[in-house]
């Protein structure tokens, strides 16, 4: 059963818009992360936190944002979306107090498409 | 920087049968984790082990073990009795100790055939 849960599941939306996609987890991890999957291929880092108020980008430059106001929310924003961002988005959490080598859970992922 | 690779895009397996999935990375350090995700189809992805490099014993996990050879910095998947609930994209990964970044390899998808 999840512990961290991403809204929407599935979005479809047109050039322009402002889109904010939803990750919550309710472990009480510290760290939270966004990756971005296109079908079939590896994941890239876009964004990560380490907690309320710390936020980093990733590996893969990207044009969205994101927030960490609170330990269970950490949402993601595209100003401005564009075919270029159709993609899958996948959050992240991993909780440092289980240790250095605590994996990461994984939400199910929001599949986003700009036409 | 530190990679991880997975040569095999895809794979397939007899149910009940043996199959291994091949990983390699490359980084510079001597103290790290690895990694098996498993990713099924437009569901969550979950882990399936982790090794830690200091450790020699390879790690196990009901029907999944590894083969760790820290020398040749390859860690591959060993899935015996291979079950149908087995088929999904899996993912080696790479974090440096006291990191928190994981680096993923490409994927393999694998295939259960009844």
């Known amino acids: 059963e999840a512990d961290i849960y991403q809204t929407p599941r599935y979005l479809v939306i047109g050039t322009g818009k402002k889109i904010t996609l939803e990750c919550s987890q309710t472990?009480?991890?510290?760290?939270m992360y966004w990756y971005q999957q296109d079908p079939g291929m590896e994941l890239h880092l876009i964004h990560y936190?380490?907690?309320?108020?710390?936020?980093e980008k990733g590996d893969l430059s990207s044009e969205s944002t994101v927030s960490r106001i609170r330990t269970e929310h950490f949402p993601l924003t595209l100003e401005s979306a564009r075919p270029s961002h159709t993609s899958q988005y996948l959050c992240?959490?991993?909780?440092?107090?289980?240790?250095?080598?605590?994996?990461?859970?994984f939400g199910n992922g929001t599949r986003l498409t700009v036409t | 920087a530190q990679t991880v690779t997975q040569s095999q895009p895809e794979m397939s397996v007899q149910e009940a049968e043996t199959v291994t999935l091949s990983c390699t990375y490359d980084?510079?350090?001597?103290?790290?984790?690895l990694f098996w995700y498993k990713q099924p189809p437009s569901r969550q992805m979950i882990l399936v082990i982790r090794q830690e490099a200091y450790k020699q014993q390879n790690a196990t996990e009901n029907r999944f073990s590894v083969n760790f050879q820290k020398a040749a910095k390859s860690f591959s998947l060993k899935i015996s009795d291979s079950q149908l609930g087995d088929a999904a994209m899996y993912f080696c990964a790479y974090r440096q100790a006291g990191g928190s970044r994981l680096t993923f390899g490409e994927g393999t998808q694998l295939t259960v055939n009844p």
């Open positions: 472990m009480g991890h510290d760290k």
């Open positions: 980084t510079s350090e001597s103290d790290y984790y």
């Open positions: 992240a959490s991993s909780d440092s107090r289980t240790g250095i080598n605590s994996p990461l859970h």
């Open positions: 936190s380490y907690g309320v108020n710390s936020t």
